[in-house]
């Protein structure tokens, strides 16, 4: 089985429209989406849920007012400042800034502090006209992103070597950080998906040096390239100097938004150009991706 | 006033609207680029960077001589990054959230202090404005940290601006939090209209008042016009869709420049969000 993760660095330059294409282009697919924060991958597929599963993650500290004498061990302990002390005289814990360590727990006198679990989300398996798919819900302002998105890979992968599939095609969270690092394993090929703009390539550039950090092939389409065709030609630049592959651009389209609003992907709508670069752009990619290892 | 400028989905324009509120403000105002991950504030303000500073965190380091394998610092680590098994130990400096535990069970004291860089932060002027921003090491997995940084060394003005990371998680909490208002940006697509109800549900949960500008204004559907009139929730500003906007936007010039009025309406906004 082969996996496709699409990234960009900078969110907005078009990863869910792109993946949401392929989608409708690969045959034999997990579809997969990594972007757990802020999915959106569903509003192009429209999955039926078959199977929801809760996500609990960490826990958080909690300090049973009763027993606790307020001596402050916890709050000096805590690294994260997340523990004060109230005005009643019994310590406080700010459940935002709790990283669950069970530093405080662990080291209160009067064994006053106990560990919640973290009900942090949901991951869901489920089915679209295009294949099965695995996708998740982190709850608003919870943390774990990056342990949710290990796990949708993990169930991902374990589905789709259950189902035979020949691909996992995976749309991945804007960024560099936790969740990112988190998709990055086991892929084979990153697509990142850039935009002709100072940021674009800014962001092009960190999220690159991300793939040969971690040893993964990657290669880059330009998304809305006409909009700059300068930058444009300037990222292609760097990328050959880079040995990263071009391997196509898409011009920007208004039938793009309208595929949004629709809440299809783009690729539906035969007649326009957006589409063909995306299908030309698939072809180029999946080649790769049967060349890897 | 603090000020932060967040939006669940990315690629909205958070930046953008950040950069025109301190370009338009008449007062001194503190600039924090908080999306240490992917940081691009500086490519429109162009700071002239004063100072920097590397950031670490401290992270175990075994010393095999003294360990006697009794597994304490494996027990208490919450996060993975301490295994034991028979007379084997191993530490795993990346998996560290640096909470101290282990140094402090380990009765041997054979866990030695090392560090682990998470990144930088640099500071500078842009004309009158105080620039604050970080970027993440590439192979680091933890912003929040980071964050925490650079919003602490960011000097005190008449109004702080904190560009937020996209998304709903840690890193944009932890840049939100101490906000006294947020802007969420959006754009009037599924995707805008999905992701900007996510981020509204992380404000109501930190009890943050917040408002919503729609960027890109024009393009694709009226929905989130509608969702902002039907949950009473103050819509400050459209921007329109503009190819020169866009290619302003594209070449690394401030917005403000490209269009006629907009500077004044960015002005009228700080003044009605300060009352």
């Known amino acids: 089985m082969k996996e496709l993760l699409v990234l960009s660095g900078k969110g907005g330059t078009g990863k869910t429209s792109i993946t949401g294409s392929f989608a409708t282009l690969c045959k034999n697919v997990m579809l997969v989406d990594c972007d757990v924060d802020a999915s959106d991958l569903h509003l192009l597929l429209s999955p039926e849920i078959k199977e929801r599963h809760d996500f609990v993650s960490g826990v958080t500290a909690e300090i049973v007012a009763d027993e606790c004498t307020g001596c402050g061990t916890c709050v000096e302990l805590c690294q994260y400042d997340a523990i004060s002390l109230a005005q009643e005289g019994h310590a406080m814990v700010d459940p935002l800034g709790c990283e669950g360590c069970a530093v405080c727990a662990h080291f209160c006198p009067e064994d006053a502090i106990g560990l919640e679990p973290n009900h942090c989300g949901f991951w869901y398996f489920s089915q679209t006209q295009y294949g099965p798919m695995v996708h998740a819900e982190l709850m608003p302002g919870e943390e774990n992103s990056g342990k949710l998105v290990s796990l949708v890979k ?76 300068e930058m444009s030609e300037e990222i292609e630049k760097f990328c050959s100097t880079q040995s990263v592959p071009v391997v196509g651009r898409v011009p920007f389209d208004e039938t793009v938004v ?36 | 006033m603090k000020i932060a400028i967040a939006s669940g989905k990315g690629g909205t324009g958070k930046t953008t609207i950040s950069v025109s509120l301190a370009l338009a403000s008449s007062k001194p105002v503190t600039f924090v680029d908080c999306d240490v991950e992917e940081p691009n504030a500086h490519i429109f303000l162009k700071p002239e960077i004063s100072g920097s500073e590397r950031f670490y965190l401290t992270v175990p380091e075994v010393d095999e001589e003294k360990c006697n394998y009794c597994g304490k610092c494996r027990d208490i680590c919450q996060f993975n990054a301490i295994t034991v098994f028979g007379h084997t130990i191993m530490a795993f400096p990346d998996m560290c959230h640096s909470c101290g535990g282990c140094f402090l069970v380990c009765e041997e004291k054979a866990l030695k202090e090392a560090k682990r860089e998470i990144g930088k932060v640099e500071w500078g002027m842009s004309g009158p404005i105080k620039v604050f921003q970080a970027a993440l090491r590439v192979g680091e997995a933890m912003a929040s940290p980071l964050i925490k940084v650079v919003k602490k060394k960011a000097a005190d003005s008449d109004l702080v601006i904190f560009d937020a990371p996209p998304g709903t998680s840690c890193p944009v909490i932890n840049t939100v939090r101490d906000a006294d208002y947020v802007l969420l940006v959006t754009e009037p697509t599924p995707f805008g209209l999905h992701d900007l109800k996510l981020a509204a549900a992380v404000m109501k949960e930190l009890k943050l008042p917040y408002g919503v500008i729609l960027n890109k204004a024009g393009i694709g559907f009226d929905k989130v016009n509608e969702w902002c009139e039907d949950n009473n929730i103050p819509l400050h500003m459209e921007i329109p869709f503009d190819r020169n906007l866009a290619s302003a936007y594209s070449r690394g010039i401030p917005i403000l420049e490209a269009m006629d009025g907009l500077k004044e309406q960015f002005s009228d906004l700080l003044k009605e969000l300060e009352k």
Not at chain 1, 158 to 164: C, I, Q, S, T, V
Not at chain 1, 264 to 286: M, T
Request: overall charge neutral; aromatic content about 4%.
């Open chain 1, 154 to 229: 993990q169930k991902a992968r374990e589905r789709a070597e259950k189902l035979g599939c020949d691909f996992m095609l995976v749309d991945g969270p804007p960024g560099i950080g936790c969740p990112v690092i988190a998709s990055v394993s086991g892929a084979n090929l990153i697509l990142v998906v850039t935009e002709p703009t100072q940021s674009g390539l800014h962001d092009l550039k960190r999220v690159l040096g991300l793939a040969a950090h971690f040893k993964v092939s990657a290669c880059v389409c330009i998304n809305k390239w006409e909009l700059n065709e």
């Open chain 1, 258 to 293: 309208e595929s949004l609003v629709q809440g299809v992907p783009v690729i539906k709508y035969k007649d326009c150009n957006a589409s063909k670069s995306i299908a030309n752009i698939w072809s180029a990619v999946s080649k790769m991706l049967n060349q890897e290892e």
